[in-house]
């Protein structure tokens, strides 16, 4: 224990309550310092914040599995909110295409392939009463296969709905420019 200088008074104890001043020298007192330990607050503060980043991983995770699935539902599209959407059907892939490259007096073009477990007939036959109705027209081109859809509100918004037979299922692949 370093101090000043000595007490002037025999018995003396230090501030921290473990050494004892015999007149020649410090001595323990046999006391073990208090220490201040950290106080509940403390605790509670971790644990909240504990509890603060499990709600925000589960949060994280439940948003992005409903991103998904809104997305595979076709929640995401590129296509117009009130294009004619194939009941079961899930988007297996998505790309939009803006600029040059693009037909003439467009600037957008959407391609979505879809996947249906139903029959090509039973999807044809749905497309072409769904495309019919509304703000949609449709024509099919018996050679092909191919349903071409313009949209009534908005003339230059034109496409294809393709249909492909694939084994016990259907994969529907729509291309609309606008």
């Known amino acids: 224990m370093a101090s000043a ?49 499990i709600v925000a991983v589960i949060a994280g995770v439940l948003g992005l599995a409903s991103l998904f699935t809104n997305f595979q539902r076709g929640g995401l599209s590129c296509l117009p909110s009130g294009f004619p959407s194939y009941p079961g059907a899930t988007v297996t892939s998505e790309n939009t295409y803006y600029g040059s490259g693009l037909p003439p007096g467009d600037t957008r073009e959407c391609r979505m392939t879809l996947e249906s477990t139903d029959d090509v007939s ?21 050679a092909s296969g191919t349903i071409r859809v313009q949209n009534n509100s908005k003339a230059s918004t034109v496409g294809n709905v393709e249909l492909l037979g694939r084994g016990q299922h259907t994969e529907i692949r729509i291309t609309l420019d606008s």
């Open 5 to 53: 200088g000595p007490p002037t008074s025999t018995g003396q104890i230090s501030p921290d309550g473990r050494w004892r001043w015999d007149g020649t020298q410090w001595v323990p007192t046999g006391q073990v310092a208090t220490t201040r330990r950290p106080t509940r607050w403390i605790w509670w503060l971790v644990g909240g914040c504990a509890v603060l980043v």
């Open 122 to 142: 039973t999807v044809t036959a749905w497309y072409s009463s769904h495309l019919n109705s509304g703000d949609w027209k449709a024509s099919t081109d018996a």
